[in-house]
């Protein structure tokens, strides 16, 4: 009978109507007969009429079968009790006739009586207990799905009647439920669309950070306490961020390895795979073509016997071992590099033949150690040759330093300095006084470097100087005015070069080069010499033979003036007398290293002086009385004027 079946049973003028229930399937109302005696009032007369014809009962107790189309609904304490009377009477009946048939005494009729009543009392007492626990399961039942209502509908952010959270007195726990159920229907479906997508999410989410070695954080693992759709895009949008991360590292990783194994083959790693460690054994096998066979991409993103994998103790472990084999590198380089100075210092020393240098050169290639060795090798060969060679080699630097000391201006007391210098004993040479010997040639090109800018301009000063006394040569020749056209033009930007040099160069020129010359004063505690001379003082006495020559030049100016003032007022034949007052005595000097002009320079001098006089006695003298006195007049002053310029050109020089 289903849960929504109903029968009636009728008999007589009563009817009661059975319901069924999930608990009861159905109950059945028997028709009330008229009540039989109790066995146990009875026991007196049924013994009596043992001997009397059995009959059989004419009461029955009726089936679901023969009864359902018939039975009526009544309420169950109505049913249970009149059906239990009329069982209860027919059965007592029953057992009446089968205790009277067996023959039975009252004690044994009572006892099974007792029993009978005991087993029902049981029955009874187990029907309510199993109908209980179905009705607390209801109740259980009821409390879970509120539950679940109340956290689907927060997870989902949905709204609900609250009434459904209050308990119903009024309401059947079967109603009750079915309005629960009703509800959660909607609810479970969304539940399960947004569980079943974020547990998605999560079981990606997990196995990117398993693939870089991470934890997850916990904000993700939780896919039941938010179920919105927000959630959802969160996890989405998280899933982009870790492919990214996922894109980077493993860009990241594939270029580590990709320098790991670039660097090992540089180094001469592979020519020996055996004598890799494991994690070199990894680093050679991550690296695979792609499809299209264009570039490198790693193997797997999960570490294995033959990857690496792109976990963060992956990465550490390639940037360290990136690093370890850079640094090799780095002293590889280092090594090479100074052995390859040593040879080439070495075969030049040695003067090997250029044929066997260029044949060594390109039999080392790469910096594995094989290249080492043989390096070592020549290295070895070439310090066995240059033993056999130490005296040549000895002779040779000293050379080398006799050339520096030249370039250095070096003096008697630099040169004694040089103790190993002075050893001539070839039984005494050895490998470390070539050594002694290279060292003080470092030393001497080491300061030449330093003297080189200071030479420069001490070269510079040198040359404004000689254009000094050029310019003022030619100051002195009035005949370069007397060129016409492009060749007077050109004479005159030469001058205005000339005088440009003088004016604005040689200031400064010496004051940067008399800073520099302190500088190294302080810094050697000896001055800078200039052909075995401080260029210091020199720089004094150049400037002081300016100073006399200027003023030797307005001197024989005045001279000249007052010579010409004379002979102009003298009558002929009269003689001169000088003018009254102290005279001032000229002096040139004649130093040492100030030696006037050559012979020649002064012949040519005076010719030119006597050419010019006689020139200008021609062209200006309308009296023959004047003209010998001012030819020989002029002639003193350009002698004079010569001698002068000489000394200055000849410091100049020096």
């Not at 059947?172 to 547990?199: M, V, Y």
């Not at 989410?205 to 306490?225: A, N, R, T």
């Not at 023959?624 to 002068?644: E, N, V, Y």
Request: charged share 30%.
């Amino acid at each position: 009978m289903s849960l929504e079946s109903s029968a009636t049973y009728r008999s007589g003028n009563s009817a009661i109507r059975i319901s069924s229930s999930p608990t009861v399937s159905f109950m059945l109302a028997v028709a009330p007969t008229a009540p039989t005696p109790s066995p146990l009032t009875a026991v007196g007369e049924n013994n009596s009429s043992n001997n009397k014809e059995r009959k059989p009962s004419c009461s029955t107790i009726g089936t679901p079968n023969t009864l359902a189309s018939d039975l009526m609904l009544f309420p169950p304490s109505q049913t249970i009790g009149e059906s239990l009377i009329s069982l209860a009477s027919s059965t007592a009946s029953q057992l009446d006739e089968i205790w009277d048939e067996v023959g039975y005494t009252p004690e044994e009729r009572a006892g099974q009586i007792s029993e009978l009543l005991l087993d029902f009392r049981r029955l009874c007492e187990g029907k309510v207990a199993e109908e209980r626990g179905v009705a607390e399961q209801f109740r259980r039942t009821i409390i879970d799905a509120k539950e679940e209502l109340r956290f689907s509908s927060k997870a989902l952010k949905s709204s609900i009647d609250p009434q459904l959270l209050e308990e119903h007195i009024e309401q059947s726990l079967t109603d009750e439920l079915a309005t629960l159920e009703a509800t959660l229907e909607g609810l479970r479906a969304a539940s399960a669309a947004a569980k079943s997508d974020l547990t998605d999410s999560c079981e990606k989410l997990l196995s990117m950070h398993q693939v870089l070695g991470s934890d997850l954080p916990h904000k993700w693992k939780d896919i039941s306490s938010d179920l919105t759709q927000s959630r959802r895009e969160a996890f989405h949008q998280q899933l982009e961020e870790m492919e990214e991360v996922i894109a980077t590292r493993t860009s990241a990783v594939v270029q580590l390895l990709s320098d790991c194994k670039q660097l090992m083959e540089e180094l001469g790693f592979l020519k020996d795979i055996d004598l890799l460690s494991d994690f070199d054994r990894k680093i050679i096998g991550s690296l695979v073509r792609d499809k299209n066979n264009t570039t490198f991409i790693i193997r797997s993103n999960e570490e294995s016997d033959d990857c690496t994998g792109i976990s963060s103790k992956t990465l550490d472990n390639l940037t360290k071992r990136v690093a370890e084999l850079m640094q090799d590198k780095k002293s590889r380089k280092i090594k090479l590099t100074e052995m390859g100075v040593e040879i080439a210092t070495l075969w030049v020393k040695l003067r090997v033949p250029e044929e066997f240098q260029r044949a060594f050169t390109m039999s080392v290639q790469g910096l594995g150690m094989d290249t080492i060795e043989k390096g070592e090798t020549e290295l070895k060969r070439l310090h066995d040759l240059k033993d056999e060679m130490i005296g040549k080699l000895i002779l040779e630097a000293r050379e080398n330093i006799n050339k520096l000391w030249r370039e250095t201006n070096a003096g008697d007391e630099d040169k004694r300095k040089f103790k190993a210098g002075v050893v001539t004993d070839e039984t005494l040479f050895s490998d470390s006084l070539l050594a002694q010997h290279e060292e003080y040639i470092d030393l001497l090109r080491d300061k030449l470097k330093i003297m080189k800018p200071i030479m420069k301009l001490i070269e510079k000063r040198q040359d404004i100087l000689r254009e000094r006394m050029e310019y003022e040569e030619f100051q002195k020749d009035p005949e370069r005015l007397q060129q016409r056209g492009a060749a007077l033009t050109k004479q005159l930007m030469k001058e205005e070069k000339m005088s440009r040099r003088i004016k604005k160069d040689l200031p400064r020129v010496s004051e940067l080069l008399s800073r520099r010359l302190q500088e190294w004063y302080t810094n050697n505690k000896e001055p800078f010499l200039y052909n075995g001379e401080s260029y210091l003082n020199v720089m004094e006495r150049q400037d002081e033979d300016w100073q006399m020559y200027k003023e030797n030049e307005i001197q024989m100016k005045l001279r000249k003036k007052r010579e010409g003032k004379v002979s102009e007022n003298t009558p002929i034949g009269s003689h001169y007398i000088p003018l009254p007052g102290r005279k001032k005595n000229i002096q040139i000097s004649h130093s040492s290293r100030s030696k006037p002009l050559s012979n020649a320079d002064n012949r040519e001098n005076r010719s030119r002086g006597q050419s010019q006089s006689r020139a200008q006695s021609r062209s200006r003298a309308p009296s023959r009385s004047r003209a010998p006195s001012q030819s020989r007049a002029q002639s003193r002053s350009r002698a004079s004027r010569s001698r002068g310029a000489s000394v200055l050109r000849q410091r100049v020089h020096d």
